[in-house]
């Protein structure tokens, strides 16, 4: 196990409507990654959090937001969603932040199904 | 990351047999690779990692080759084991970039 946990681990919701999902950070590591992973693909790119500032983004539209805490925690908003945002969000941690050559461990994931 | 569709390379080997997994990468300027192991229902699990200054790096009963000419990465399992079966993810990152690029995967099977 990695240390980093997410939740929740399972959410249903339906199109229009707006998520959170909430994401720890490994123990002394202060950078957190978001992907998303659809069905038998691998995980995209979404954003990154470092000193509390998005740190980079992916190909993902404005109504992908994030948050980063004091704690290094970390949020994942998704408004207005949509049926193809049905997917697993992964959280990695990391440590360096702007270095960027340290290996991202990954948490569990949070399943949205969107209807 | 590329759009691979939904059906996964598959690899089926006998358990205690060595396995090779194969990943080709899109980017010249990639100067760190990592092989991720994911099961279902989980994460991916971080299982080695490379820098382009390096060739080979081996783990326990793994082994990683890369090939910068013609940008080939490939992952050794060495007398593999039921557990091993899960899809196998390579990922590439360019210098101080945020982001990894995840290849297509592969499905591992361990037979009995």
């Known amino acids: 196990e990695t240390g980093v946990t997410q939740s929740p681990t399972h959410l249903i919701k339906t199109r229009g409507q707006q998520v959170t999902l909430r994401c720890s950070s490994q123990s002394g590591h202060n950078t957190v990654s978001w992907y998303q992973q659809a069905l038998g693909q691998g995980p995209q790119f979404i954003f990154q959090?470092?000193?509390?500032?998005?740190?980079g983004r992916g190909n993902f539209p404005p109504r992908f937001s994030g948050l980063q805490f004091p704690n290094y925690s970390s949020e994942l908003n998704v408004n207005a969603l949509e049926l193809d945002d049905s997917a697993l969000y992964l959280c990695?941690?990391?440590?360096?932040?702007?270095?960027?050559?340290?290996?991202?461990?990954f948490g569990p994931g949070t399943r949205l199904l969107v209807l | 990351g590329e759009s691979v569709g939904l059906h996964l390379p598959t690899l089926s080997v006998q358990e205690g047999d060595n396995s090779i997994i194969n990943c080709a990468y899109s980017?010249?300027?990639?100067?760190?690779f990592i092989w991720y192991k994911q099961e279902s229902g989980k994460g991916p699990q971080f299982i080695i990692d490379?820098?382009?200054?390096?060739d080979k790096r081996q783990g326990q009963r793994v082994t990683v080759l890369l090939n910068k000419t013609v940008k080939h990465l490939s992952l050794q399992i060495a007398a593999t084991q039921p557990g091993d079966s899960a899809v196998y993810f390579c990922?590439?990152?360019?210098?101080?970039?945020?982001?990894?690029?995840f290849g297509s995967g592969t499905q591992l099977t361990v037979l009995p």
């Open positions: 490379i820098r382009s200054n390096m």
């Open positions: 959090y470092y000193r509390e500032e998005e740190n």
């Open positions: 990695a941690s990391s440590s360096g932040g702007d270095r960027g050559r340290e290996t991202q461990y």
């Open positions: 980017n010249s300027a990639s100067d760190y």
């Open positions: 990922a590439e990152k360019v210098g101080s970039a945020r982001q990894l690029t």
